[in-house]
């Protein structure tokens, strides 16, 4: 191979690998907690899942171990503590850009037995999903399986927002059943995020209007 070719061979993986690298870094900024101070702007969203006067829901567990960001709701005794109809949960989200935000429930049922002398969870399929009350100004895109907050977090204000609230009417389960739960937050900037990084024109909710 000629010295030249050996040279455009080096420089075009180069190039290759800051493409793959610049992609990587943006999806990753698209989900989670965000901490970002570049062009884009800070943008910082953390869920609070509690019962009663911000009590803590402990996290779900399998043989001892944790599940980090899982949690374990009662679905067989109304009086118990961390019983379904219990849950509520907020989102503080803080940025120094005006932002959008949405939200993913992630929940199953949960059998947990005893197979041959080993711990075991079956998830259990179920006809229809848990009818979780959701606060105002939310919208639910059935397509994507996304809670939409409609309205603009506005840059410098920290916001504290209901998510689920109270209304939850949830039937009995026999003891050998829990509900685990969590949620994903995706969150972009206001202007051009939405189209940029969900790939959304326009709001779900209002399909002739703009995000801004």
């Not at 998830?123 to 999903?129: G, L, M, T, V």
């Amino acid at each position: 191979m000629k010295l030249k070719e050996m040279k455009l061979g080096i420089v075009v993986l180069i190039a290759a690998f800051i493409i793959v690298a610049s992609f990587s870094f943006a999806y990753l900024f698209k989900s989670g907690i965000y901490s970002d101070t570049g062009a884009v702007g800070f943008i910082e969203v953390n869920e609070d899942i509690y019962v009663g006067n911000h009590v803590s829901i402990p996290f779900a567990k399998v043989k001892g171990k944790p599940k980090l960001g899982v949690h374990e709701l009662n679905v067989y005794d109304k009086s118990h503590g961390y019983y379904i109809d219990k849950l509520r949960v907020d989102f503080n989200v803080e940025s120094n850009v005006d932002t959008f935000f949405r939200v993913r429930i992630y929940d199953a049922l949960i059998l947990k037995t005893v197979l041959q002398n080993v711990e075991t969870e079956i998830p259990i399929p179920r006809d229809k999903p848990t009818g979780y009350q959701i606060g105002d100004d939310w919208y639910y895109d059935e397509e994507g399986d996304w809670y939409y907050y409609k309205n603009i977090v506005k840059k410098g204000d920290l916001d504290n927002v209901k998510f689920i609230v109270e209304g939850l009417d949830y039937g009995l389960n026999s003891p050998q059943y829990h509900i685990e739960f969590s949620v994903k937050v995706d969150a972009v900037q206001a202007y051009y995020g939405p189209s940029s990084n969900w790939g959304i024109g326009n709001p779900p909710w209002d399909t002739g209007g703009s995000w801004t």
